[in-house]
């Protein structure tokens, strides 16, 4: 059974002081929110770096047209353009960490939303950022902050939901029943389309195949509930696997890790 949830609504912090400049383009600030917060939509005029030390978060983007969500675990962080329409959902108590950098910063073509691989000195360079004073010791924080994001892996996390309603009602559909096993053709009877439609939208509209966009919607299923403890074997059955060990499989070839690590409430 599903949990009932109330959200908390809390404001984000538009302080002007906070704002990145030429002199000091980049600011780590840390916040401590409860489980079930959200933050209401809101966008910067500086590039954002949302990650959370401790916890899960869910963070929503709407960009060119497509709205996207990416479940973000303490390893990894949203890279969010300026201008970008986003809200934050805490799905786990967290520590949130936001990395702003001012234009003149930023690395040249990121354009769009990305979720990076945060490494073991990346998170220690955001958590000196945060009381850091300008002097040369922030200067150099700065520069290798960075370094270390321009050059921090790349991985597919988000689910994006498209335009068109035949593949929108499809797409709402599987992120209802994740562990559904249908075929795409089958799901294609559901909203009146052919298949070879189906997936033809699936690559203008989203630019990835039906297989690839259902593998992230699993992953965003499957993240959650980690993190609260459910066992490997449940997790599995809930995303449509009989296989402990297929999902397991699956969930390291997407994730770089095995879903054990993501299991937070066990000390894992």
């Known amino acids: 059974m599903k949990r009932k949830i109330t959200l908390t609504p809390v404001r984000f912090d538009d302080a002007a002081s906070r704002a990145p400049t030429v002199v000091r383009p980049v600011c780590s600030r840390a916040r401590a929110l409860a489980m079930d917060t959200h933050v209401a939509p809101h966008q910067h005029v500086w590039t954002q770096l949302t990650y959370c030390a401790s916890g899960l978060m869910q963070v929503t983007v709407a960009h060119h047209g497509l709205q996207t969500t990416f479940i973000v675990p303490p390893s990894r962080a949203v890279w969010i353009p300026p201008g970008v329409q986003h809200t934050v959902t805490v799905l786990e108590a967290a520590e949130l960490r936001t990395v702003d950098l001012h234009a003149s910063a930023s690395p040249e073509g990121w354009n769009a939303c990305r979720v990076l691989v945060v490494s073991k000195l990346l998170r220690e360079l955001i958590h000196a950022l945060e009381g850091s004073q300008p002097g040369p010791r922030d200067n150099a924080l700065m520069a290798l902050t960075l370094d270390e994001i321009t050059h921090a892996a790349t991985q597919a996390l988000g689910v994006p939901m ?20 249908a075929t795409l053709a089958e799901w294609a009877i559901d909203v009146g389309a052919s298949e070879r439609t189906v997936a033809r939208l699936f690559r ?11 593998q992230q919607a699993i992953l965003a299923h499957a993240l959650p509930m980690l993190a609260r403890g459910a066992p490997v074997s449940q997790v599995a059955l809930a995303s449509g696997y009989t296989s402990d060990s297929a999902f397991s499989a699956m969930f390291k070839s997407a994730m770089g890790q095995p879903p054990r690590s993501f299991q937070y409430k066990n000390g894992l």
Do not use: I, N, Y
Not at 162 to 181: I, M, N, T, Y
Not at 204 to 214: C, D, G, H, N, Y
């Open 162 to 181: 498209p335009q068109d309603k035949r593949l929108r009602a499809l797409c709402e559909a599987v992120v209802r029943a994740p562990g559904e096993r």
């Open 204 to 214: 203008t509209e989203l630019a990835t195949s039906f297989q690839q966009w259902r």
